[in-house]
Every structure is written in C-alpha cells, then in structure tokens.
C-alpha cells in the first residue's frame, strides 16, 4: 500500500515507556511526602496527560480522597489536607491563595501542597508572597517533561509555548525543553550529532549544552540508543502548519481534534446515542494501517480488511467442537475487537467526507495549490473575498489570509487592507487584535518598501540613543520580516514536477501528505541536512530563513554503533503536525531510518491560529 519495499531493515526504537514510569514513579513519591488522606485538584491541561500515567485507582492507593478539577468556582473540599497539581502560571497559584486566605478567614487551619509540573518558575515565588501565604504552602515540582503518546511520538504537552516564544517573546520554557532533552540524552544518548535551525533552537542547545557539561559522567561508554538530534522551530516553516491535512491522522486531527493521543468519535460516528473515547497508536491495528495513508486510500484498505474478517469469521461454519472451543479461545476476541475498531473507523471516514463534501473541500485544496506554486493569485483572492463574505468559518479564512501571505512574502497594502476589513465586517472587529498578532509574529504581513523603512528608521534613530536606536533597528528588521517562501521553495524544489498524474496509492516522495502538490519545508530541510551530515550547500536557503542554523558533533560517541545512527530525534519547537510525522515515517521507511518525535505539543493550522486570538473564534 503506501510505500515501497524498505531498502534495509529500520531498526527497534527504545522502549520510551521508560519515560511513563519515571514520571508514576515520581508523582507516587511526591504524594506520599503529604502523609494521610488527602484532596487533590487538578488543573483543567493536565487530566488528559495524568490520565496516560496514573489512573485513579493509583491515586487512591497513596491516599488521595477527592479529586476536584480546577475552575474558576472555588471548590468545597472538607478535607484537612489539600494538593495542588499545576502548571506554573499565575492564575493557578493566585487560585490556591484564594483557597488559603479563605480558610485563613475562616480560622481553619490545613495544610497545603502545591506540587508544579514541569517545574516552578520565580513568578510563582512572587505571587505567593504578594498573597501572604509564602509561609502556609510547601511545594514541589513534578519533572513530567515527556508524555509518550505513541512508539514514536513524545510530547511535553505544552501548547502555549508557541503564543508564548513566538508571538510574546517570553523565554521561561526554553530551559524546560533543555531540561526534557538532557533526559533523553541521559536515558538514550550520548546523541553523536545534533543539528538545528532557528533561534529559538539555537539558544535550547546552549543550554542543554551546560546541562550535559555538568553532568558529563553519567553516559560516559554507554551505548547509545539514539544517534541524531534535529531541532527545529516552528517559525522557519509556517506553510506546512496552515495547509489542508489529507493523511488519516490529519484530518481525524482537523476534524475531531485529537487530544493527549485519544479522541471523541460523537454519535455521528459510531451510529449510536453516545460518544466513544479512542486512544489512537500503533496498538489500534486497523488504525496503524491507515494513518499516514493518503485520504483517497483509505476506504479501499477498510472494505478490503472488512472482507478479510468476514472470511476469518466464516471459517466457523465447518468446525468441530474443539476447533470450535480453540477459535474462542484465542481468536474470537482479537477479531470483536478489530471488528469494534473497524466499524469505527469507517464511521469516522464517512463523516469526515459528509464534513468536507460541505465546505467544498476539493476547491479549497485547489485554491492553497495555487498559492503553494503562485499561479492564479487573483483567483485565489477572490475565493478567499467569496469565504470571508459567506462567513464559512474565521478559521478557516483566517488559515487561508495567511496562506496567501506568506507565500507572498506579504500582501500589497491595497489587498491587505481590503481583506482586513470584508473580514473584520464579517466576523466582528474584536479581531483587529488578531489582525495585529498575526502581523507581529510574521503570519499576515502588508508589504513595506523598504525605501520607507529605512527613511523612518533612520529619523528616528537620530531622535534617540545609540543603545536603544539599535533595538529599534531590531524591531524595524523584524517588521520587514519576509517568509520568501517562493526562493526558499525553489531552491529546495519543494513543488514536485511530475509528469502525469501523482500516484498516491504508491508515492515516490514526502509530497503524498500534500497530494502530491508540495513537500514539507520542514522535512525537506531534515532530509538534505541528513544527506550532507551538514548545512554545506544549504546556504543559500538557509539564509533566505533568517539562519540561525548549527551543527554539533560528539566524535567519541560517534564511533558507537551504526544502528542507533539510524535513529534519528525530530524536535519541533512549538508544535508539530501529523502531516510532518507521516512524511517523516514515509522518510525513514525510504532510508532505512527511523523517526522519533519530541514536540512541544501536537499542532495544527486551528490551534496555530486559535494561538493568536484574544477573541476565541
């Protein structure tokens, strides 16, 4: 089906459960330093991810009584003894404050524990002082830096990352990145070379670097189990993010939103009156087959496989009682189950095609090929004008204004100008504010000369010191900021020229996630850097992406063995798409490589975009 023979072998993946028992282990350890019964709330972000690492039976083992997810009502706990699961934010300590200045009010005495995870930033300190409750609170912090979602997949499950470095400059989670990856490095490395491209990137490797300096001793002769590292951020290829997901994964992913790698298939689904929770990885047979196939395979292998089992069930009928008795025994169940998962699947299929034949899914595929290759603008623009007036979805017109942004390196002043206000008449003018932090983070620009820029920049500068002239300069060269994704995408050939018609069924290169109409930046750019084992002869595009690339090297782990050279450690700062990791997969079977993904978080063009709003759409 999807790809060709492999040309060797992959090799095995560490066993990254590793990861899930260090953190149980951890909480478990945590929870017993506050001995007795005792209440445990938990912010709203973290009851998916506790829930792939310890159920509440476990919970209730070291005696946690309640548990109370954390809103925005105080909850009435009577217990004497409360513990505070969250992340280190402001509004979740000022929630605790609330609780022990109430109690305090009330002359109740208890104790308190805030346990943080990841980790506790000085902010917090802060907060607690300012509250008065710095003395009345013990803490801790929970090193749950790595949830792993799949074989191959690992997520730290912290999608503000990307509002908070991309678009807000705040650099608190980068040392949490560090720390996450001198963990790999300590559990599966020493990691023979490590290559990177962004700024963002570039400042997690100087930390982790000292990190690892520090701790030098601990992997020294040990085998490593990964070799490469790969980090990425998120800024340096925005396109592959904002594009239509046609893999399964995807578009499940578009259509249903797949959280902490399960989802809730409704009753349009599973053609009864309730929801069903699916946990989505290599364990779901049926789905391992399927997810990083192209949409158009995919009901062909579900009615080829529907046949299948009803052969394997019609073997019943000649039996004899201890064929019988043996066919129950060990298959019966194992084909219920894939039978279950099946007929859900196929129901998924069904309303994904109900949902997109709506919004008229194959001209919308048709107006972003034009953009990705720059044919037809005018025709693009007019699709877009016709969405925004329709009011189809803020999202969805939103994803494609940015689109036609960067592929354009910005749009002219007239355009952008036009297509800001049709959509603020359309959707409502409380997202000027998006409009504006769209602009900020490079996503939806309007086309500055930069004649002007240099006059203005150069007034004002003589208006101001040395110092801050040169912030200003910053600034200024951060607003003429351009993606230049068309010379990026023609110097690394990322618009496939095929003749005839794209085969999806068999595809030749990473371009099937797209139909066959583009090849990820992000990948294309891992794939030449691994070829070259550097940036050599990359230059040029590297340039057009605002550098900030690098390569490091560990010759004394290098000379370690050729399989876990092999193995190779995508991380994507802030986010990644299951479009990425299907290509990557497509990559590795290609190569004889395997991919493992770290990443801030699962992303897509909503969670992108939802990222930039102050008003939710």
Not at 366 to 374: F, P, Q, R, S
């Amino acid at each position: 089906m999807a790809s060709p023979g492999l040309q060797r072998d992959a090799p095995e993946l560490p066993d990254f459960g590793l990861l899930k028992r260090l953190a149980r282990d951890q909480l478990v350890y945590l929870l017993e330093q506050l001995p007795g019964k005792k209440d445990l709330f938990i912010e709203a972000d973290l009851m998916s991810p506790l829930d792939r690492i310890a159920n509440v039976s476990l919970l209730k083992q070291h005696e946690v009584d309640k548990l109370y997810r954390i809103e925005n009502k105080p909850a009435h706990s009577t217990s004497d003894q409360l513990c505070f699961l969250v992340r280190p934010r402001i509004r979740s300590v000022k929630y605790v404050a609330d609780i022990v200045n109430a109690d305090k009010a009330a002359g109740r005495t208890r104790k308190y524990k805030i346990i943080f995870s990841p980790q506790k930033f000085y902010t917090c300190e802060m907060v607690l002082e300012e509250e008065g409750i710095y003395g009345d609170v013990t803490w801790d912090e929970w090193s749950f830096y790595l949830l792993p979602l799949d074989d191959d997949v690992i997520s730290m499950e912290l999608p503000e990352f990307f509002r908070d470095y991309f678009l807000e400059g705040n650099q608190c989670w980068i040392s949490t990145v560090a720390q996450a990856l001198q963990l790999m490095s300590s559990l599966f490395g020493p990691f023979t070379r490590t290559y990177g491209i962004g700024r963002c990137a570039k400042m997690v490797h100087e930390i982790w670097r000292e990190a690892a300096e520090e701790s030098e001793g601990e992997s020294l002769g040990r085998k490593p189990e990964i070799g490469q590292v790969f980090l990425l951020d998120r800024d340096v290829d925005y396109v592959t993010a904002l594009c239509s997901q046609v893999v399964y994964e995807g578009l499940v992913d578009d259509t249903f939103r797949i959280k902490c790698g399960s989802v809730d298939f409704g009753p349009d689904v599973t053609s009864s009156d309730r929801s069903i929770k699916v946990l989505l990885n290599a364990q779901d047979k049926v789905f391992n087959k399927i997810r990083n196939e192209h949409f158009s395979s995919v009901f062909g292998f579900l009615s080829q496989k529907a046949r299948n089992l009803q052969t394997q069930y019609d073997r019943r009928r000649g039996m004899d009682i201890k064929q019988m008795k043996n066919f129950v025994s060990q298959e019966l169940k194992g084909l219920k189950q894939e039978h279950r998962l099946l007929s859900l699947h196929i129901g998924a299929c069904e309303s994904i095609m109900k949902k997109k034949t709506k919004q008229d899914f194959q001209e919308l595929l048709k107006t972003e090929h034009a953009l990705l290759e720059g044919f037809d603008i005018r025709e693009s623009i007019s699709f877009i004008e016709e969405h925004i007036d329709r009011q189809v979805s803020p999202l969805e017109s939103l994803r494609l204004l940015c689109l036609l942004s960067i592929t354009e390196n910005g749009l002219g002043p007239k355009d952008y100008r036009s297509l800001r206000t049709q959509y603020l008449q359309s959707y409502g003018p409380e997202h000027l504010l998006t409009f504006h932090n769209l602009k900020r983070i490079g996503l939806l620009t309007e086309q500055v000369s930069g004649e002007t820029l240099t006059a203005v920049e150069s007034k004002v500068s003589k208006l101001v010191t040395d110092r801050a002239a040169g912030k200003l300069s910053d600034a200024f060269s951060s607003l003429a900021r351009k993606s230049n994704f068309r010379a990026v995408s023609k110097k690394l050939g990322l618009i496939p020229r095929v003749a005839g018609e794209y085969d999806l069924k068999v595809p030749r290169d990473m371009a099937y996630v797209f139909s066959g109409a583009y090849t990820p930046l992000s990948c294309k750019m891992v794939e030449q850097v691994l070829e070259r084992r550097s940036w050599q002869g990359l230059e040029e595009a590297v340039r057009l992406l605002s550098g900030n690339e690098f390569v490091a090297a560990d010759a004394a782990a290098e000379e370690n063995s050729w399989d876990s050279q092999r193995i190779i450690l995508a991380v994507f700062l802030g986010g990644c798409t299951f479009s990425e990791i299907s290509a990557l997969r497509f990559l590795g079977k290609e190569r004889g490589l395997r991919f493992v993904f770290l990443t801030t978080a699962v992303t897509n063009s909503a969670r992108l975009l939802e990222a930039m709003m102050e008003a939710r759409a």
